[in-house]
């Protein structure tokens, strides 16, 4: 359920009822999403500075990551980074995925991290992600494009040394998936 006086927002929440204060009625209907045509750049790290603060974990963001920007009508709307899976070659972890909360909601974030773990497929790499939000974590359970390789109810233990400033998620329920494409 939603309420807004944003008429402009209906054809985007496609929702099945919509009541009308200001006309009176009360009506029926599905509408159909409107296409998502996203673009998407490979980005320097600054880019990151307008994302960082909704990030839901950290702001932080490894000097090592590669970035990609998305725009929708030429605004950013999504920020994803990436990282080389420590002690597997050719394999590439998604660190970071952000949807500004104006764009949130409509598939946004999904449509950008898929994208990018395709480039990552075309390059010859693996593309992994290993989430806590539920939204991220149904979406790829839901998809064919993502096979769950592990599910920690209590997240990474801590092993050895910690490599520089890396965290683990250990005390926080993370899933892991692997991109497989179509």
Known sequence: ????????????????????????????????????????????????????????????????????LATWNERPAAFCATLPL??????????????????????IGTHVMEAVAEIHREEGCRASVTASHPALVEHCRRSPRWRCTSVKKTGGRAVGKRIGRYRTSRGRAVVSFEYVGE
């Open 86 to 107: 420590i002690g597997r070659r050719r394999h590439r972890r998604i660190s970071r995925i952000v949807t500004l909360p104006n764009y949130q909601g409509v598939g």
């Open 1 to 68: 359920m939603a309420i807004t006086c944003h008429y402009d927002v209906v054809e985007w929440l496609a929702p099945d009822w919509v009541l009308d204060m200001a006309g009176g009625t009360c009506s029926w209907r599905r509408l159909r999403r409107p296409r998502l045509d996203i673009e998407i750049y490979r980005c320097g790290r600054e880019a990151w500075g307008m994302f960082a603060r909704h990030h839901y974990l950290t702001a932080g963001l490894n000097p090592a990551a590669r970035c990609y």
